[in-house]
């Protein structure tokens, strides 16, 4: 999990901040209606609570002090202060349970919207930024986002409420007094503008500790053989003192803000609001009688004020996480890095499948180029293979072939046509491309060759996995075809992982075929099945093969030999060998004991 | 309550900030009950027309020597009572650790990471809420509430106090029992969270394959279906939540309505004074917070002794691998001889070696092939002594393995394992794990042993670059030459390599082998492969088939009889010399 960063906060002017929470609250736009009536709600409730001290109020003023005692209008009295109770709670309910369900829905859209907007991203972006960090912006800081709204949705907008309205009441009661009590505004705004200065500071050092710390723990976990058999768990338990004494310095420093600032603060802020209200009606009863109701409403006005505000106080620092995470999820929804463009609205298709790279010059950061004027043609039905040592640019040709980063100089073109033109959908249709890992899905077997294809009968999917050699392994394992992929698929092996993505790509049965041939630990038998369904799968398709083991690719129409992002040999793979140059070297070294067993048959 | 108990070690510990924390608790609790005092008696001079400058004056000093005292002494609380919470937290997370690092992989192999996680974060959080919150919520519910109600009863009315009470204690027993559905439904709408983030994490980890197929649109509508899930269960906790408001409200409305309804009666009765009725309803709203309290407490302490209970078991494993108290402190060196009938993993059935039988001679190499799970791994790891239980014995000198200190033999082994795991550091740190101290050239040195220091020179930052789960990504090829190098800048007397060359191109494969060879004149090496070609030069190649040594010689000497090895040699000849022209 990504940390919060402190610098990200320090960034934010006054200015970012304020222009973040209004880009939140423009979420709330759908909602007017379902906002109207909780609003509603909130007015009823609001409404109620204040009244109940008003009844009182007439209750001692009217009727206990003047020791009048009438039985009708005391039932009146008795039975509206009850009857307002229960319909207020009974209102109450639904009123937070309906902000909440405000706030939970307005997430989920930002939610499919970073997701949406992430799909839509092009490679580039998921090369510079750890897959776990987009993951963080999605979930984890949309969540963040989601406490703020719950919070400010309801505890804000309804304290707020509770404010106004108690200040209303309260010059209503008695304009003087009322005029004296404003005077708590400034001290509360004060106490919370230093409260929040404080905690938010200290409140993000103590989340960034704490997610050092777990960041610390759960790689010592994974790594823990590694350390064990290294001898450094003296050091390393060292290291997660230290951090952890941070983390604990930090939770300390929180726990002193909060004691200053925070429920003690504002207590000590009622005590003073309650030696205005007794002054106040002390002073005024030298001179004049007072009405006692008066000073009850007061005085339980006051406690009711309070709470409220403890309720924000203690709700800032959600506030302000929220911000911070609103900021970087806004960060990703604003990014230009989109997917390179197609003409979407084009009705070109691929009909022979001929592919053609023109005079192509790419580089990934704009600096280095990787690719240097690459030329080659693919005629329908034939394959190229691409060799060539680790970072020769092998892999760009295939990346920038299935459009995953846009290239500046030179051009594809398939079918005479630039690759630009056709649509996006045409390109996914006609063109498959089986990786190098083979990534499976949590699902079922089943699931990971279909992909989101639902209209593939079983007969179609059984049939594309017998055509890759599939069926026999899949019909063995437990449930066959409905057999659970857990974990990326780590029960099955590598081997057969593969064979599901051949069978995954067969079952869309594209026109160009991209592969990018897998190279870690196959067991023979595997290898032989998975040889026997590429070629079988390369029949009629016009394939371009990235291969690291030659043998597999002895029957290609062209093979071009890579070297830092330049074709330097060409030809088939008899004309290479003949050619004695970097291929013929690639192709001893691969066998190492080549010439030994030569000499020996010889 | 129980966990209060379990925790007495703690509270002994830590007995002073308890102690002194208690006692302002209590003393904040009395200085609570002044306030209300005071509009009490100001409301009856008021009343009573009995008011003079002198009196307000005096009254409101208490009032802001009461407020003062409080402030003061609620701070000094919190430190004492959540500082310490905070420090048991600490110290409980230190010692997880330190249990961390003592348990073998027999340990790991049981338990998933994500779990041993949760105990390090949700629980201790859960016992930190005991220690801190939970210490608080039964004294102050205790005090506050005791005396206010003593209060009300002994300076108002103790008849009107029994009738306002009543209500009161459904208060406690609503919220405990809100909080434990709450807790549940919590639990529920975590999963669906977590859910959730697997399948945003899922779709990153895969958006290539997503984007070769064109499923952009397919898998968001996967995504908003499961964002759903999350909305609607998250609404389930929403309802309970809100619950919690609304019924306070009833029942201390109910509360103040006894209050207000009977205490004017007996005013009127002159048993009680406007302002007394007045003092006593600000009292009844004291009382909200400890009854609340009382019903968190509750679901605090339920929670804190589930966790501490999960802490404490997962405190009280062993470790299956720890040194003799006659450990020799000798650096084991000789030859290595392994001699074992059976190994079975702990807790499954079937072996995983059996009958392996062979000596390796000091500065020798051994190779060891064969196919996946044919026990290659298994056979280096109990020359390090992640496993022990195995019938025979390996000697590693003129002593077995067992008769060292553990760190004796660790420190001799250099082991490049599989997964090739790097830490969140910067390369220099990562090859220097084993001496953090070490000079550049050592570094440099082992890292182009390893074949990797120009592709250091290349990254951005050099042998500052970051790797690991949170820096820059790397090819596997460069994450197992970095491991490589990690294990020779020790200069190991015993190099494992396990399987360590296989995302490597073949001329570095041959490179790395070939410094290895000049380089490590002397001093043993063990290297399981898949390629043939990495274990071709050894002394003594091994073929593991099920756990058992199939066959074994030079690679001249298998190649001399039939076998597998021959057999998968030709098999890798074979196809090539076709290609050759059949020369």
Redesign the interface.
Known sequence: M?DIKMEDTAQLTEKEQKRVLSRLLSYTKPHKKELIVAFSLLVLTTLGELA?PIL?KI??DD???P?N?VFKPLVIL?AS??GI??V???L??FQ??KF??IA??I??QL??DI??K???LG?KY?DQT???S??SR??NDT?AIKDMF?TVLSTFIQSGFLLIGIFITMFILDVKLALFCLIFIPLILLVMSLYRKFSSRFYLEMRERLSQ???K?????????????????K???KE??VI??K??DA??KN??I???LL???V??IF??G??IV??Y???T??DSP?E?GV??AF??YL?RFFEPVNNMMMRLSLYQQAIVAGARVFRILDKQEL?PGQNDESKLSIEKGRIEFKNLTFSYDGKRDVLKNISFTANPGETVALVG??GSGKSSIINLL?R?YEFEKGDILIDGQSIRHFS??E???K???V?QDS?L??GTVRDNIT??NHHLTDEQVEEAAQFVQAHTFIEKLEDSYHHKVVE?GSTL?SGQRQLIAFA?TIA?NPKILVLDEA???I??ETEEAIQTALSKMRKGRTTIAIA?RL?TI?DANLILVLHQGEIVERGT??EL?ALGGLYHK??L??????ER??DV?? | MKVFLDLGWFFKQEKKAYIFGTVILLFVALLQLVPPKVIGVIADHINNGTMTKGLLLEWMTVLVGAGLGMYILRYFWRIMIFGSAVKLSKQLRNGLYQHFTNMSPSFYQKRRIGDLMAHATNDLQAIQQTAGLGVLTLVDSLSTGGFVILAMAFTISWKLTLICLIPMPFMAILTSWFGTMLHRTFHKAQEAFSDLNDKTQESISGIKVIKTFGQEKEDIEDFRKKSQDVVEKNIVVAKIDSLYDPTISIIVGISFFLAITFGSKFVLAGELTIGELIAFTTYLGLLIWPMLAFGWLFNIVERGRASYDRVAALLREKSDITDRSDALEIIPSGDIHYDIEKFTFPGENKPMLKNINFTLNRGETLGIVGKTGAGKTTLLKLLIREFEDYEGGINFGSHTLQEYKLEKLREVIGYVPQDHFLFSASVADNIAFTNPNAPKEDIFGAAKLASIHDDILQFTEGYQTVVGERGVSLSGGQKQRISIARALLMNPEVLLLDDSLSAVDAKTEEAILSSLRKNREGKTTIITSHRLSAIQHANLILVLDNGEVIERGTHEELMAAPGWYKEMYLRQQLEELVEHGGH
């Open positions: 990504e109940s009182v209750f001692i009727y206990l002090a020791g005692l008795g202060y009850l109770q229960f207020k709670s009974f109450l309910f937070l349970v909440q369900e939970l829905k997430i989920q939610r499919i997701f949406s992430v799909q839509s490679l998921f750890p897959a776990g987009i993951v999605v979930t969540e719950v710390l777990n960041a723990l759960s790689e010592s976990l994974q790594g823990m053989s590694i350390i064990q058999v290294f001898r450094q768990e050091r390393l338990r997660f003192e952890n004494d983390h604990y939770g300390m726990i002193k909060d004691g200053l429920r003690p603060a207590d000590l005590i003073l309650l030696i007794l002054n009606f002390g002073l009863s030298l007072v006692i000073l009850y005085v339980n406690e997917a040592h680790t299935m995953f996006k959908d390109l996914r249709e063109m498959g491309l990786l990534f899905f949590y992909l989101h990326r092996s995954r869309a190279t870690a630990n067991d023979t690291h043998s002895q793979h008899q060998l690639m192709f070294l691969q066998n190492g004991a080549l067993l030569e048959m010889h």
